[in-house]
């Protein structure tokens, strides 16, 4: 079996699409990545502040794994890690697959809990032209399945590194499936 890993680490002072590539990112506890725009207790992502600004940020931390990106390249899209405004890239596990309360640690101290299911918007449209269907699509059931990534919040505090091993440590109990957050 393949070592679950970090791929590439991003981050931006500001709200962009799109988040560059960085050689490290500090998780803060409580608070998300250090100098990233989308970092505090209460929602940052801008649709949410105007809904309600006092709201818990429950999208501390966007993680993706590399092989949704690859699928899309296979599809002729281009996009590479950081593009689609995460900040975590991740090779050899399926976040989407795991249970909300699902906790990774990210090199030797930084753990985050995974919250939900990023929930794409227009924008990626905007970024790459036929980027949304390839990240928004119905399940064989007919069900709408989400592919954008997984939103978490940060428990532990630590720095980050491509190249950092990703350990998953499944919830206790029943397993709860990701909605959107």
Do not use: W, Y
């Amino acid at each position: 079996m393949t070592r679950a890993s970090v791929v590439s680490v991003s981050r931006d002072s500001a709200h962009r699409f799109s988040k560059p590539v960085v050689d490290e990112i500090t998780l803060v506890a409580g608070l998300g990545v250090e100098g990233d725009a989308h970092s505090g207790t209460t929602v940052q992502h801008r649709s949410r502040v105007r809904r309600d600004p006092s709201q818990p940020n429950l999208r501390q931390v966007h993680l993706m794994h590399e092989e949704v990106l690859e699928e899309a390249r296979s599809a002729g899209l281009d996009v590479s890690p950081g593009e689609m405004g995460e900040n975590v890239t991740t090779r050899g596990v399926d976040l989407l697959g795991l249970p909300t309360g699902t906790r990774l640690r990210l090199g030797a101290e930084a753990v985050v809990e995974v919250t939900g299911l990023r929930n794409p918007c227009t924008q990626i449209e905007g970024f790459e032209p036929g980027l949304l269907k390839q990240m928004v699509g119905r399940g064989r059931d007919g069900q709408v399945e989400r592919r954008a990534g997984v939103m978490s919040v940060v428990l532990v505090g630590g720095t980050v590194r491509a190249g950092d091993e990703v350990v998953v440590e499944l919830p206790a109990g029943e397993p709860l499936p990701l909605q959107p957050v």
